[in-house]
Nanobody, 120 residues
Framework: QVQLVESGGGLVQPGGSLRLSCVAS????????MGWYRQAPGKEREVVAI??????DYADSVRGRFTISRDNTKNTVYLQMRSLKPEDTAAYFC???????????????WGQGTQVTVSS
C-alpha cells in the first residue's frame, strides 16, 4: 500500500512564509507527477502547483510567490510559500501519480491535508 503524509502547515501572518512537505511511503516503484492542491471552506479543490518529470506549472494566483520542488530519492515534494495572503488560507493536499511494485499502472494518491491559515 502507498501512503502520502503532509506536514508544515500552521498559522502565519500576512507576508510570512511556510514550507510544506509531503512524503510518499510504501511499495513504490516509480513516481511521475507530484502536485499540491488546496481547498478553502465552501470552495472546490484547486490546483496550486504541479511538478511533472519535465515541467512545473503554477496557478496564476500563486505564481512568483510559491515554489514547488521534489526530491525523487526521498519520494518527497515540497511547497515553499512566500508573501502569504489571507486568501491563501486553505487545507493543502499533495497528490502523486505512483506506480506501485504490485500495480499495473499509475494511480493518483492523495495525502490527508495540512491546514494553512494566514491571519494577523
Amino acid at each position: 500500500q502507498v501512503q502520502l503524509v503532509e506536514s508544515g502547515g500552521g498559522l502565519v501572518q500576512p507576508g510570512g512564509s511556510l514550507r510544506l512537505s509531503c512524503v510518499a511511503s510504501g511499495s513504490i516503484f516509480n513516481i511521475q507527477s507530484m502536485g499540491w492542491y488546496r481547498q478553502a471552506p465552501g470552495k472546490e479543490r484547486e490546483v496550486v502547483a504541479i511538478s511533472s518529470t519535465d515541467n512545473t506549472d503554477y496557478a496564476d494566483s500563486v505564481r512568483g510567490r510559491f515554489t514547488i520542488s521534489r526530491d525523487n530519492t526521498k519520494n518527497t515534494v515540497y511547497l515553499q510559500m512566500r508573501s502569504l495572503k489571507p486568501e491563501d488560507t486553505a487545507a493543502y493536499f499533495c497528490s502523486m501519480s505512483i506506480l506501485s511494485r504490485l500495480g499495473t499502472g499509475f494511480v493518483n494518491y492523495w495525502g490527508q491535508g495540512t491546514q494553512v491559515t494566514v491571519s494577523s
